[in-house]
């Protein structure tokens, strides 16, 4: 918790029938305290012309004051911001004069302003989660709320949560090939701020072949059984996603014996057709190639990517 300690001297009024008061009276101090109302306000008030055994007392306004010391002590809420405020504040002596003073009371909001925004060139795989964190900064330590102003008009989903910052999560579709714009926003309860994010969306592997056409060249035929070979069992590169090799489509993505199994079966047995494309495997694959010349088993994981 922040505070703000002011002192002010306080005016000696000296009234009828005080005698013994000769000092004038002097004010010296702020007539107007202006601060965030997350701070705690603490005015020290004394006397100029001091009496021995004054006594403090709030007269008006809010927050509390020690009748000893004379220190005033406030915390604003969020509500105080804005509204006209005043504490009014009296010390009487043991002789009977008394003093006052009033001082006007400013509270503050700091409004939320994004400070990593805007983003402009994210790209996002369809299917794939892309998360953007958003860091805003607000002097009060405000509860922030956080929702999306628009979604760019995309297929997909995007959708933001957290508190400070701000986490954004999109889902682009294959449909929303291209560019994306998304507007969020952030709340302190007050005041509002906007931050643009702007999405690439590449299409999925899947939109860009058939699961079993090993060799991209638009069918399935003896040429991808041959590749497939090649690769499990002589260590011929592949190049392309990992999705059209999992011909039987096992979930865990595995591209091993087992799918040039289902290929022969396929093209020479009257096998079932290689499964669909599993547009989770573009990232996750795994390529089990079989290399005499090594004699081991060669593992290679697939792209991964958020
Ligand atoms: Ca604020
Ligand atoms: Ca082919
Ligand atoms: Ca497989």
Redesign the pocket.
């Known amino acids: 918790m922040r505070s703000i300690l002011v002192t002010f001297w306080l005016v000696i009024v000296t009234v009828a029938g005080s005698a013994g008061q000769t000092q004038p009276p002097v004010i010296v101090g702020p007539a107007t305290i202006s601060a965030p109302y997350c701070d705690l306000l603490q005015f020290n008030f004394d006397l100029a012309n001091p009496c021995t055994g004054a006594v403090f007392s709030l007269v008006s306004g809010p927050g509390a004051i020690d009748p000893t010391t004379g220190l005033w002590s406030y915390q604003p809420r969020m509500a105080d911001v804005g509204q006209v405020m005043a504490i009014e504040v009296s010390a009487r002596c043991p002789s009977g004069v008394t003093a006052a003073a009033t001082v006007q009371l400013q509270v503050t909001n700091e409004p939320p302003v994004f400070t990593s925004c805007p983003v402009t060139s994210l790209t996002a795989d369809a299917g794939y989660v892309r998360t953007v964190v958003l860091a805003v900064d607000d002097t009060c330590p405000d509860s922030l709320r956080f929702r999306i102003l628009s979604d760019g008009g995309m297929d997909g989903t995007v959708s933001v949560s957290g508190s400070p910052t701000g986490v954004v999560r999109f889902i682009g579709a294959n449909s929303d090939f291209g560019r994306v714009d998304i507007r969020v926003a952030v709340n302190d309860g007050l005041v509002e701020d906007t931050c643009s994010i702007r999405f690439f969306v590449a299409p999925t592997a899947c939109e860009g072949g058939e699961t079993?056409?090993?060799?991209?060249?638009?069918?399935?035929?003896l040429?991808?059984l041959l590749?497939l070979v090649n690769i499990l069992f002589y260590g011929q590169q592949y190049t392309r996603s990992l999705v059209f090799a999992n011909i039987n489509g096992d979930p865990t993505c595995r591209v091993d014996i087992s799918d040039l199994i289902h290929l022969v079966n396929y093209l020479f047995l009257q096998g079932p057709s290689p499964a669909p494309c599993l547009q989770v495997c573009e990232h996750t694959g795994t390529l089990m190639q079989e290399n005499p010349n090594v004699d081991r088993m060669d593992e290679r994981p697939g792209d991964v990517k958020d």
């Open positions: 079993g056409d090993i060799d991209n060249s638009g069918n399935i035929d040429s991808d590749d």
